[in-house]
């Protein structure tokens, strides 16, 4: 019971760790796709994570993943590390990062039913009711932003691909955690997603050449923090809960996104933006809270225990 109680603990740490740098991520995205188009900004952010991922294997001495793991891998890589982060840059230059972190948050929602469809998830009713208030609150902050006329029909359409791509990945990646460490999916889904973005690779030379250094240093800390480090962070907390779970963790986002767009950029919150940000984060609390007999823990993978549980 104790080390389940520790497994929890880390796997919710890790879970934090993604949730506040996946929100900075909508913040350096909105300011570097100033200079860097979507693609360009893409691939470079991609290439950062893979330098980092890859040397960070190197001084642990990570081998290849299993042959099962590669589907889940792959899949996850094209949709999420790939499709993912280019649809999303595109409609974060039409509407502001607040709103973009919003709809792209009815992912959790696709998650949960994906993941009770696919992979057999529970749907206990604490974690519904959870979901339930956070997406009320999700519709509030984006129903005020966009009356403010932050919010463009193209922009909204995009970050609902990115939502539906969003949460293929999470489903697909899921299954490929039991035969691998979470570093190593992390690693080859973000090469994988490299891969599918090099034909931009012309255009991010061209605009490295004249984009501030500013926004080269977002996008690279893109690659490095909200990539490679929240990506290994999520993986390893993926693996010790179920999909449902994590995506309404992600809940958190939009609210800390609002908060983060208010400081580094400018965009002001209103008091129904304030409103439903609170009620995002009152939904994860609740989602996220232990009934009164606790569930039973989820096992950790025994293919590579002691490799998956170090990679955070």
Known sequence: MHLSRRTELLAAGAA??????WASAFVSIRSAG?????????????????????????VRREGLPLRSA??????????????????LNWGEQQVDAGTAALVVNIGPLLIALLGARLL????????????????????????SMSGE?????????LCLLAAVAYAGGVVAQKPALG??????????????????????????????????VSATLNMVYLGVFPTALAFTTWAYALART?????????????????????????????????AGGALCLAGVAVSRSR???????VAVPEAQPERASDSA
């Open 149 to 157: 006329g932050g919010a463009s029909v193209l922009g909204v359409v």
């Open 70 to 87: 590669w589907r889940g891998i792959a899949i996850s890589g094209v949709l999420w590390f790939g499709f993912y982060m280019v649809v």
């Open 34 to 58: 100033s200079s860097y188009s979507p693609g360009a900004l893409a691939l470079g952010r991609l290439l950062s994570g893979v330098l980092a991922l890859v040397a960070i294997c190197l």
């Open 179 to 212: 035969s691998a460490s979470a570093l190593q999916v992390t690693t080859y889904g973000c090469l994988v997603g490299a891969v599918c973005c090099l034909p931009f690779a012309g255009q991010l030379v061209s605009e490295a050449a004249d984009a501030p």
């Open 16 to 21: 934090t760790v993604t949730v506040v740098l």
């Open 120 to 143: 057999g998830d529970a749907m206990p009713p604490r974690l519904l009711a959870g979901m339930a208030v956070s997406f009320a609150g999700a519709v509030t902050v984006g129903l």
């Open 291 to 297: 009934t009164l007999q606790a569930a039973a823990p």
């Open 242 to 274: 179920t999909a449902s779970r994590m995506g309404a963790t992600t809940y958190a986002v939009p609210a800390l996104v609002v908060l983060m767009s208010w400081l580094a950029l400018g965009e002001v919150p209103g008091l129904f933006t304030l």
